[in-house]
């Protein structure tokens, strides 16, 4: 693709393969306009150096949202007051405090309990696919585990999971670029009763302290304290909602990868069946590789410049983490899946003061469900009827039948 072919990228507007195969796009955006003025003023950033200065200096990026939400959302809608409120789009001081907060709860000691829990749902999900000989991939097995996982953090009980995941998809689809009045309603409306039913639950543990878990995210988040600062009732649901959030469709995508992508490539997981210590840097390959989430965004607070463009005060920049993550500048032969690469320095979980509180929980669930599923069924092979997500943000499948006999 030539400089002027990309000249006319919207990203509001993209062209019809780019769902299917967005890298070819990206790379001439890369080459040719790194930072590229898309036609509604915003821009597109697609150079791995630019995305982590962006990442990396919020004195000058800023992550509040209000200015991007108020004419997307109105003032006084819920999905303002989410989105608005929670630990990522926040700036310091608040971010500072509530991210402090945020990470008693994710201990090493908490991280340790989940790994036999996870060993366990994946094999309970695995035993399935060897009765029914095949499976739906994204509904039977990288849907489920990142929700009872994410659920069992936060002490959600086991019948309400299915609400959970309503309200999170409506949530976070309320982030894509271009929305409906139909799925600004439905995201409302999951904000409000997704706030009501955490109330409800902290009321719950309030009254039966003995119901907790020790790890629990909830009371945690609720209890902790940090030079005698703690979390607002409305900060700790926001940061509840996101999390329940943030540690599910991501992870579902990058299960749903790495499924994909090892079958795509045969000699990858030969190489793992030969050296199973690769299984840590696989996982690292299929967040680079596929970015779950593909794309981030900041404002800046004054002028600056990046890559030769200067960018006024007030610009808001679509930092392309898909497009940083195939830079041949950062990674040798970028196109190419290698389970053992190193340095692997991707930016799947972004980089700097905002950088994912939950990568290890995700790293923890995509080595042990990968490696299982690769284990108990080496010889499995797609089937046809693979769908994508049609969102540009998070990138997985909406299905991937698979067949679990013998090719
Ligand atoms: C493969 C799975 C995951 C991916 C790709 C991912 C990616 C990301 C990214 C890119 C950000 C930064 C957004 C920004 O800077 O604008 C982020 C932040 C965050 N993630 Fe994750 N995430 C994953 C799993 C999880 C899990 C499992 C949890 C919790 C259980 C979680 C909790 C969070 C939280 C709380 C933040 C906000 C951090 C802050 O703003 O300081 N994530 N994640």
Redesign the pocket.
Known sequence: MDASAIAEFDLLNVPAGYVADPYPYLAALREHAPVHRNPDGTYVLTRYDDCVAA?RDPAIWS?DKKADFAPKFGVDAPLYEHHTTS???IDPPD?TRI?KL?QFA?TRKALAAFEPRITALVDGYLDRFEDQGAMEVVEEFSFKL?IE??CD?LGVPAEDRLLIRDWAVAILTALEPKLTQAQLDTGNRSVVEFKAYLRDLLKHRRANPDAAQPTEVLTVLADAEQDGERLTELELLH?CI??LN???E??T??LSHGVHEMLRHPDQIARLRAGPELIEPMVEEV?RYQ???QI???RSLQETELSGVTLPAGTTVHMI?AAANRDPAQFPDPDRFDIARRPNRH????S????????A??RL??RVSIQRFLERFPDYKLADGADRSPRLRFRGFIALPADLKSV
């Open positions: 990442y992550s630990v990522v789009f971010h991210r945020f994710f990142p996982v994410v953090m940061c996101f999390m943030a540690g599910h991501t992870s995508n990058m967040l970015a779950p989430i981030n965004n900041r983490v930016l799947a979980f972004a700097g003061p905002h950088q994912c509180i939950g990568m929980v995700a669930e995509g």
